[in-house]
């Protein structure tokens, strides 16, 4: 099977979540032997063409791109696509009579209005709540339509990957104000005995603030590198953002035993399950009181083999296959139109 992956950007140099969930997808099918693509829409300076976990990566070079995948014998069986990729994907999708199969990380309208443009063969929700959330949002807008063939998968982790033992450190990764900035520097003035890791994100603007000695903050980091430069030097990982749809950082953070402190989306929610420590994210008291609370000798010894039982929970083998074999059986069929 060849697979076509249009998407914006890629890891190793942009390192947001739903570029490592879409690697985690495309890795997978890579390691089963099937041909994978990424064509990039959007300029990487000093990035050249190049290969991860077996997945070819292209860096952009023009708009007519993707035409080499559209016919002959390089045609794609199957085009994967995500965020602003995905109308002109779904378009030269039913143009080509190629398969599209969406990945959706969110449930902002923008997304809703992206997936209806064209006729998607699969659509990959990130969590469980997402589905709920995207069928609620079908009946409502699109009752007159059958919706397309969906299912969940999880944004893979394989804990191998990050494994670590956990450090002296209270870490945010992505200092956007949305990813909870805000309540990170407040509880570095709140604690100033206690050390605070800030990383850099992939996105968004970043508050980076120098005036506080407790506070060290450090670059971008790529995946492959979280274990080894943020996880091993952390002891908890906060998470006070305002909106998740899953938490990958999470489950990368509990791959390690890192005990994990959330305001209670719904992604986080069931990403964390009973491993996780909820706080209002305006209630910095709470927090203050979590993070003093979860550090203690006695409970962090608990809190660490929860967060280490929940990551094992979250194998994401079971779901890589399904994956697997329904995208198999998608860009076997003949699409008609």
């Known amino acids: 099977m060849r697979v076509l992956a249009m998407l914006h950007a890629y890891p190793p140099s942009h390192n947001a979540g739903a570029e490592w969930a879409a690697h985690g997808l495309l890795r997978f099918l890579a390691g089963r032997g099937h041909d994978v693509d990424v064509l990039l829409s959007a300029p990487q300076p000093g990035v050249a063409d190049y290969e991860l976990d077996g997945v070819r990566v292209h860096r952009f070079r023009g708009k007519g791109d993707p035409m080499r995948w559209m016919s002959g014998t390089g045609r794609a069986d199957v085009i994967v696509t995500h965020l602003e990729n995905t109308p002109r994907a779904s378009v030269l999708g039913q143009m080509h009579r190629i398969h599209t199969v969406h990945l959706l990380h969110n449930t902002f309208d923008k997304s809703k209005a992206w997936l209806v443009k064209g006729t998607p063969s699969l659509v990959v929700h990130n969590s469980r709540w997402m589905q709920a959330d995207m069928e609620a949002w079908w009946a409502a807008n699109r009752s007159g339509y059958r919706p397309p063939r969906n299912l969940v998968v999880h944004p893979p982790v394989a804990a191998a990957d990050y494994r670590a033992t956990p450090g002296d450190r209270i870490t945010l990764v992505n200092l956007t104000a949305d990813k909870g900035a805000g309540v990170f520097y407040a509880l570095a003035e709140r604690m100033p005995r206690r050390m605070f890791l800030g990383v850099i994100g992939g996105y968004g603007p970043q508050v980076v603030r120098t005036d506080l000695p407790n506070v060290e903050i450090v670059p971008h980091t790529p995946g492959h590198r979280m274990a080894e430069a943020v996880y091993s030097r952390t002891r908890v990982l906060l998470v006070?953002?305002?909106?998740?749809?899953?938490?990958?950082?999470?489950?990368?953070?509990?791959?390690?035993?890192?005990?994990?402190?959330?305001?209670?989306?719904?992604?986080?929610?069931?990403?964390?399950?009973?491993?996780?420590?909820?706080?209002?994210?305006?209630?910095?008291?709470?927090?203050?009181?979590?993070?003093?609370?979860?550090?203690?000798?006695?409970?962090?010894?608990?809190?660490?083999?929860?967060?280490?039982?929940?990551?094992?929970?979250?194998?994401?083998?079971a779901e890589l296959d399904l994956w697997c074999s329904t995208v198999e059986e998608v860009a076997s069929r003949v699409r008609t139109g």
Not at 262 to 279: K, V
Not at 283 to 291: F, I
Not at 301 to 306: G, Y
């Open 240 to 317: 006070p953002s305002v909106y998740e749809s899953y938490g990958r950082v999470a489950v990368e953070a509990m791959a390690g035993g890192v005990p994990v402190i959330a305001h209670p989306t719904p992604g986080l929610r069931e990403c964390l399950g009973s491993a996780g420590i909820f706080c209002d994210r305006d209630d910095l008291d709470a927090w203050e009181s979590a993070v003093k609370q979860v550090t203690a000798p006695r409970a962090y010894t608990r809190a660490s083999k929860a967060a280490s039982a929940r990551a094992a929970e979250l194998d994401p083998a």
